[in-house]
C-alpha cells in the first residue's frame, strides 16, 4: 500500500471517528491530507467506497491478529480463548465508529456498504462458531448458533455499554468474565439437554448469504418460518383438537400468504390467532414483519 493512501485512510478512521460518516466530507479527508481532491478519486472512487476500505483493512488486521493467537500452542485452549476475546474487546473499543444496522441507512439505502455489512456480519458469526468448536469440542454442535448468539451478545453490549455511563472498562477482567460465563452455559446446555433455539440450518443458510453480501430472501425467509411453525405445533403439549385447529390455520395463513392478491385482512386474523399460542408468539411474530 502507498503512503499516501495509508495516509488517506488513516485520516479517514480519524475523522468519521470524531465527525461520523455523514458529516465527514472527502474535501475535509483531502484538505487534512494535503492534497487536492482529484488525487484523493485516483485511490477512491466515492466516500463509500473509502469507508468500506477502511474497515476492511482494519478488520483484515484484528483476523490476522486472532490467527497468531491461535497458533500460540503454548497456551491452553482455553487460554487461547480468553487471548482471543481480549484482542477483539480491545479492537472494538479502539474502533470508534461501528457500523450497526440502525446506522447502516446513513451511509445508503442500498449501496455497496449494505452487502459489505452482511459480510462482515457473516464473517464474525463462523469466527465466533470457530472460536467455540475449539474450546468446547464438538459437544456443542448441536447448539452452538445458540452459543454464538449469547457470546456475541456479551461482546457487543461489554464494548458499548461502558460508553453510555462514561465508565472505562477492565478488558481484560471483561474477556475472563465472558470465557466464564460461556463455560457455565455450555455446562448447563449440555447437563439439562436443551432444545437448540436457533436452527442449524436456518443460520447456516443466513452465513452463506452473508458470506456472498446478500441477505437471505425475504420468501425464502417466510418458507423456513413457515416450516418451523408446523413443527413447533406439532410439539407442544396441547390436546389433538387443538393442534389440529393450529395446524389448520398455518395451513390456510400460508396458502393466503402464496396467493399474487392476498388479502390483508384475513392474514391479520390468522395470525392473531395463531399467536394466542404463547409457544408460537416468536415464530408468528417475525412472519407478522416479514408479511409487511
Not at 475523522?15 to 478519486?41: H, M, R, W
Not at 468500506?52 to 483493512?57: P, Q, R, T
Request: charged share 25%; with cysteine; glycine share 4%.
Amino acid at each position: 500500500m502507498s503512503l499516501l493512501k495509508q495516509r488517506i485512510m488513516d485520516s479517514a478512521m480519524r475523522f468519521f471517528s470524531e465527525k461520523g460518516y455523514v458529516s465527514t466530507s472527502i474535501q475535509d479527508i483531502a484538505n487534512d491530507c494535503g492534497i487536492a481532491k482529484p488525487s484523493l478519486y485516483k485511490f477512491f472512487s466515492s466516500k463509500e467506497d473509502l469507508l468500506i476500505e477502511v474497515y476492511a483493512f482494519k478488520i483484515q488486521d484484528m483476523y490476522d491478529q486472532a490467527e497468531a493467537i491461535k497458533a500460540n500452542i503454548t497456551l491452553s485452549p482455553k487460554d487461547r480463548f480468553i487471548r482471543e476475546t481480549l484482542h477483539q474487546l480491545e479492537y472494538f473499543t479502539e474502533l470508534k465508529f461501528s457500523i450497526e444496522e440502525n446506522q447502516v441507512q446513513s451511509v445508503q439505502e442500498k449501496g455497496k456498504f449494505i452487502s459489505f455489512c452482511h459480510c462482515l456480519r457473516a464473517r464474525q458469526l463462523n469466527y465466533y462458531k470457530d472460536c467455540l468448536l475449539t474450546v468446547y469440542g464438538g459437544q456443542i454442535e448441536a447448539c452452538i448458533w445458540d452459543l454464538v448468539a449469547v457470546y456475541h451478545g456479551m461482546m457487543k453490549e461489554f464494548t458499548q455499554f461502558p460508553n453510555f455511563v462514561n465508565q472505562p472498562l477492565n478488558l481484560e477482567s471483561a474477556a475472563i468474565f465472558i470465557v466464564a460465563r460461556m463455560e457455565d452455559m455450555v455446562v448447563g446446555i449440555l447437563k439439562t439437554k436443551l432444545t437448540p433455539i436457533l436452527q442449524p440450518s436456518v443460520i447456516v443458510e443466513y452465513v452463506q448469504h452473508g458470506l456472498e453480501g446478500t441477505p437471505v430472501p425475504a420468501a425464502k425467509n417466510i418458507e423456513d418460518l413457515f416450516r418451523n411453525l408446523r413443527s413447533t405445533v406439532d410439539e407442544l403439549m396441547v390436546p389433538i383438537t387443538r393442534k389440529t385447529e393450529l395446524n389448520e390455520v398455518a395451513g390456510l395463513l400460508q396458502e393466503e400468504t402464496d396467493k399474487d392478491q392476498p388479502k390483508r385482512m384475513l392474514i391479520r386474523t390468522m395470525l392473531e390467532f395463531l399467536q394466542t399460542q404463547h409457544e408460537l408468539k416468536n415464530i408468528v411474530g417475525q412472519l407478522d414483519k416479514l408479511l409487511g
